[in-house]
């Protein structure tokens, strides 16, 4: 803890939630956070097909490896 009482480690979510539409936005629209768990879901994606992350990182790395698939499969 920090001398303010904040965590240093502490996932500040509106900047997280910010970067990941930045960089991902065009492909999916739909980004977000609930109770911890991170979403994301494509735009060509059947409803209930979300991709899903513990952290923003893991998020990016699984939205990072379904665009490849997307990619290689000709989308």
Do not use: C, Q
Not at 1 to 14: K, S
Not at 23 to 33: C, F, K, L, M, R
């Amino acid at each position: 803890m920090t001398a303010d009482g904040r965590d240093p480690f502490a996932v500040d979510e509106d900047r997280a939630l910010d970067a990941l539409m930045l960089a991902w936005g065009n492909e999916y629209p739909e980004i977000w956070v609930h109770g911890g768990e991170w979403g994301a879901h494509h735009k060509d994606a059947p409803d209930g097909d979300d991709i899903t992350g513990s952290t923003p990182d893991e998020l990016n790395r699984a939205i990072r490896a379904d665009w490849s698939r997307r990619e290689a499969d000709g989308g």
